[in-house]
């Protein structure tokens, strides 16, 4: 993660300049350069995978974008979810939709994944607090290799996924490591362990 000491930018501003980048992402005015290796994007396509095979065996009126921005509004932060699951019966409301792929409500998202990397603080800390006050019902922590704080993943450090769930306006978070099935209000049914997630960032 590189972030720039440079002038602050407007969420407006960014959304002008730097909509359709995928490098760069927008937290309190401050541009901040996104640096995914390829086994991040692994990771990212596996899971992205795995839950569009889930939508269509629910037949869910969801789908994942491949490029979207979330807008804080009453705020100059705009994040670049890696993987995001909007409901597509809301996207009416939404004001900017039909012109470009940001989402300022939150009731169009129905799940959020990060997957770790050098910034895990903001996934971790930052991320949970304003994915929890934007209202998305869950929001998963994908932390392949096990890079997050030990107050965060516990002790010893290892590759971990948590799982937040939004009771009312916090979320309750739950870890799964290793072979662990992931519990997902979202997608009861689904059958996905930590491991395979883990295992996708592999280069066999």
């Known amino acids: 993660m590189v972030q720039f000491a440079s002038n602050l930018l407007t969420a407006d501003e960014f959304i002008i300049q730097y909509g359709d980048c995928d490098r760069y992402e927008?937290?309190?005015?401050?541009?901040?350069?996104?640096?995914?290796?390829?086994?991040h994007e692994q990771v990212s396509a596996f899971i992205g995978r795995k839950l569009n095979v889930?939508?269509?065996?629910?037949?869910?009126?969801?789908?994942?974008?491949?490029?979207?921005?979330?807008k804080l509004l009453g705020t100059?932060?705009?994040?670049?979810?890696?993987?995001?699951?909007?409901?597509?019966?809301?996207?009416i409301n939404e004001p900017l939709?039909?012109?470009e792929p940001v989402i300022?409500?939150?009731?169009?998202?129905?799940?959020?994944?990060?997957?770790?990397?050098?910034?895990?603080q903001n996934d971790y800390a930052r991320k949970v607090e304003d994915y929890a006050l934007f209202g998305v019902p869950e929001y998963?922590?994908?932390?392949?290799?096990?890079?997050?704080?030990?107050?965060?993943?516990?002790?010893?450090?290892?590759?971990t996924v948590t799982i937040c769930t939004l009771?009312?306006?916090?979320?309750?978070?739950?870890?799964?490591?290793k072979n662990d099935r992931l519990v997902s209000s979202i997608f009861p049914n689904l059958q996905l362990t930590a491991q395979q997630i883990f295992a996708s960032a592999e280069l066999i």
């Open 97 to 99: 939709w039909q012109k």
């Open 76 to 91: 100059d932060t705009a994040f670049r979810p890696d993987v995001i699951l909007l409901d597509k019966s809301q996207l």
């Open 26 to 39: 927008l937290i309190d005015g401050e541009l901040i350069e996104m640096e995914p290796t390829g086994t």
């Open 167 to 177: 009771v009312e306006d916090e979320y309750q978070k739950q870890r799964f490591q």
């Open 140 to 159: 998963w922590i994908v932390d392949y290799l096990g890079m997050g704080g030990r107050e965060y993943i516990g002790k010893p450090k290892q590759p």
């Open 104 to 120: 300022t409500l939150g009731n169009s998202v129905k799940l959020i994944a990060e997957v770790v990397s050098t910034n895990w």
């Open 54 to 70: 889930e939508i269509d065996r629910q037949d869910f009126n969801y789908f994942i974008p491949h490029r979207c921005l979330i």
